[in-house]
């Protein structure tokens, strides 16, 4: 007779077993979605004649330098091919391989501007390897997104789903063209939402762990439904291949995007004419804030909206419309989904209280307003307990950089301004919450910041504005 621990011993492995069933059975079944869909995903491939020069040995590549080492736009183009010319010269051609998805059936494509910029020819392949030559209705660099255009009717389509009812966990699935190998499926979970990545400030990215390769670029990211939920664009990577990190744009705003180039050629986004930068712990207990969270506005532009709304330089903007702002990151976003013209509700943190302003969006400048650095001019010294020498700026200096007030610095010294970086030639405008107008306001201030605790101050370098945090020990 089997003893009760071998009853037990069956009983636990039937269990395992069990288990191990439930969770296969849990797992999504992709093929039915990739049936439907591939028909509407495209290779895209680009030429691009480039200017005849002289060339000895091997086509170059491309040359990288400049380039993030860890989040960059796919680097996609092959290495350069050399043919004749029809009069006997050389002529470079530039080639490029990436993917795009059909979202009319009358030939309107979506894909990554990265994909087909500066291209003399797009060539848009099938699923059935047919090749056709697209145009390019228009492209917004600032999103990554381009769309085209190819001849044709009852084209097979994708559905369109909303990105911003997709959750962090659910699954995804990507189609594309890696290293040019077509109709490549991968798959995998949304890992984050509302991500922002360097010198992308209108774009909150869908994080996956989906591979995604050189060639995936452009192509679309299904959620289960079967709908576009985004477009596959950027990776982290150290090596140039996939690490388990990719990024898409979510399908509503390249959708928005495509449909301002389709009605107009361009996109008009909302503009605050601001510089932000984030709340640290340190500027968070300077501004009197519960926790490091909201916007700090570095800089306001003259004239412009945020101007003309009352915002102020040291306001801590902590929502719009009654979304948060977490991430100074999070603004850029909401504000350029604005409309010019309409009104938008800004709550602020200003010299520790709350406040409410009704500002007025404009319209983003296609490019923004340089201001001049100051250089350092005559005027009377004042030296102080932070270890720097300081001027006053002069009416000139004043109306270059458009200051009513300020100081810029001469000399640093041993002391609290050499340890957090300051320099000859920075201007500074405010020191502990409070303005800057002259070398003599600067002196008084400084003679009484409190000790060991985070003070605040602003500093424009080379026109650009910022707040930095120190301590004065005992």
């Known amino acids: 007779?089997?003893?009760?621990?071998?009853?037990?011993?069956?009983?636990?492995?039937?269990?395992?077993?069990?288990?191990?069933?439930?969770?296969?059975?849990?797992?999504?079944?992709?093929?039915?979605?990739?049936?439907?869909?591939?028909?509407?995903?495209?290779?895209?491939?680009?030429?691009?004649?480039?200017?005849?020069?002289?060339?000895?040995?091997?086509p170059s590549v491309p040359d990288l330098e400049g380039v993030p080492p860890m989040f960059r736009e796919f680097l996609e183009r092959n290495q350069p091919q050399v043919p004749r010319a029809p009069g006997g010269g050389r002529q470079r051609?530039?080639?490029?391989?990436?993917?795009?998805?059909?979202?009319?059936?009358?030939?309107?494509?979506?894909?990554?501007?990265?994909?087909v910029a500066d291209a003399d020819e797009i060539i848009v392949r099938l699923s059935d390897r047919s090749e056709l030559e697209a145009k390019l209705i228009g492209a917004d660099p600032r999103t990554d997104v381009a769309l085209l255009k190819v001849e044709g009717k009852d084209l097979p389509i994708v559905k369109l789903g909303?990105?911003?009812?997709?959750?962090v966990g659910a699954w995804v699935l990507a189609i594309g063209s890696p290293f040019g190998f077509d109709h490549s499926v991968t798959a995998g979970i949304v890992s984050a939402k509302g991500r922002s990545l360097p010198n992308e400030s209108y774009v909150p990215f869908i994080q996956t762990d989906v591979a995604i390769n050189p060639g995936n670029s452009g192509g679309p990211l299904f959620n289960l439904e079967g709908e576009v939920i985004g477009i596959n664009s950027q990776i982290f990577t150290r090596s140039g291949g996939f690490m388990g990190l990719s990024f898409a744009i979510p399908i509503t705003?390249?959708?928005?995007?495509?449909?301002q180039l389709k009605d107009g050629g361009k996109v008009s986004r909302g503009w605050l004419g601001v510089v932000i930068q984030e709340v640290n712990k340190d500027l968070a207990e300077s501004f009197g804030l519960e926790r490091p969270a909201g916007a700090l506005v570095a800089q306001v532009l003259q004239g412009g909206p945020a101007d003309k709304g009352g915002l102020r330089v040291g306001d801590v903007i902590l929502s719009l419309d009654g979304k948060p702002i977490i991430m100074s990151a999070d603004l850029p976003h909401l504000v350029g989904g604005l409309k010019a013209g309409s009104s938008a509700r800004l709550e602020v943190v200003r010299e520790g209280t709350r406040k409410t302003l009704d500002v007025t969006i404009?319209?983003?400048?296609?490019?923004?307003?340089?201001?001049?650095?100051?250089?350092?001019a005559g005027a009377e010294r004042s030296s102080n307990r932070l270890g720097v020498s300081v001027?006053?700026?002069?009416?000139?200096?004043?109306?270059?950089?458009?200051?009513?007030?300020?100081?810029?610095?001469?000399?640093v010294l041993e002391g609290p301004a050499a340890l957090i970086g300051l320099r000859p030639g920075d201007v500074i405008t405010h020191l502990n919450n409070q303005a800057i107008d002259t070398a003599k306001t600067f002196a008084q201030v400084a003679q009484e910041l409190p000790k060991n605790r985070s003070v605040s101050m602003r500093v424009l370098r080379q026109g650009r504005a910022s707040f930095i945090t120190f301590k004065l020990a005992e």
């Open 1 to 58: 007779m089997p003893s009760l621990k071998s009853y037990l011993s069956l009983l636990a492995a039937l269990v395992l077993v069990g288990q191990s069933l439930v969770a296969r059975a849990e797992l999504p079944d992709f093929t039915d979605l990739v049936e439907k869909a591939s028909p509407a995903v495209v290779n895209i491939s680009t030429r691009q004649n480039l200017p005849e020069r002289a060339m000895t040995g091997q």
């Open 93 to 115: 051609e530039a080639q490029s391989l990436g993917s795009g998805f059909i979202i009319s059936s009358d030939g309107y494509v979506l894909t990554n501007n990265h994909v």
């Open 162 to 167: 909303e990105s911003d009812d997709l959750k």
């Open 253 to 259: 705003v390249a959708m928005d995007v495509a449909n």
């Open 362 to 376: 404009g319209a983003l400048p296609d490019e923004g307003a340089e201001i001049s650095p100051a250089e350092a």
């Open 391 to 411: 001027v006053e700026l002069t009416a000139e200096q004043k109306k270059g950089l458009d200051l009513k007030g300020g100081v810029v610095i001469k000399e």
